[in-house]
């Protein structure tokens, strides 16, 4: 393999999930410029295969939400934890990422966690609404608003795909793009419920943010 890897065990309620995560974050493998092609620069490749806060935090949260009878869609999935959370609930979830390993490493940390394959889709956010998708009754994702100019884009995501009656469940860590794209969500119809958690590994206390949209 050419680059390395790690496995992290990660509690969340009563289960313990084991995670294949890259090792550290100066992990970089893209000979084909597959990545580059797809938009993700070497200074972003290893994001996607990462353990982060906001991540674990969208993670616990899914283990209580709910989820009976909704078609599910997490965005930006990386190493995929909340969608093993939802799977094991027993959710119809779909999974999507635009880096090129996120559905390597999907896969792989389903088996280890004893799942069945989750279904998991190519999605640029700026891309055309792909019709075949269908919508979905909630949308998550944690950490999709570290810079600016992503959130005109989650937002027309967020309208392609979410059924008339949709929620929308985002994990943020305090990047600062927090507040505009509220002030987006709300103009686009929705209202909004939020609450404070601690980022531990940075010692912010209540600085992230789990924003619950509905309409």
């Avoid at 992290?8 to 289960?15: F, N």
């Avoid at 994702?141 to 100019?149: A, K, N, P, Q, W």
């Avoid at 929620?167 to 600062?176: F, K, M, N």
Wanted: hydrophobic share 40%; aromatic share 8%; with cysteine.
């Amino acid at each position: 393999m050419p680059f390395c890897t790690r496995l992290i065990d990660v509690p969340i309620g009563d289960v313990v999930y084991r995670i294949r995560a890259l090792k550290d974050r100066q992990q970089f493998h893209d000979p084909d410029r597959t990545a580059e092609r797809a938009g993700v620069p070497a200074a972003l490749w290893s994001l996607f295969g990462q353990l982060w806060p906001a991540g674990i935090e969208l993670a616990r949260e899914s283990l209580s939400y709910r989820i009976d009878g909704k078609r599910i869609l997490e965005i930006g999935c990386g190493l995929g934890l909340s969608s093993l959370v939802l799977k094991k609930r027993g959710a119809d979830i779909t999974a999507s990422d635009h880096h090129p390993l996120a559905n390597e490493f999907l896969a792989h940390n389903a088996r280890l966690n004893g799942l069945k394959p989750i279904p998991f889709n190519d999605l640029a956010w700026e891309r055309p609404q792909d019709s075949s998708m269908g919508k979905f009754d909630l949308i998550v994702g944690s950490d999709v608003l570290y810079e600016r100019g992503h959130i005109g884009s989650l937002l027309n995501l967020i309208r392609n795909y979410a059924t008339a009656e949709a929620e929308v469940l985002i994990s943020d860590p305090g990047r600062g793009n927090c507040a505009s794209f509220a002030a987006s969500m709300l103009t686009a119809g929705f209202t909004l419920s939020s609450r404070g958690y601690d980022i531990p590994l940075e010692r912010r206390r209540n600085a992230g943010r789990m924003m619950r949209f509905e309409r």
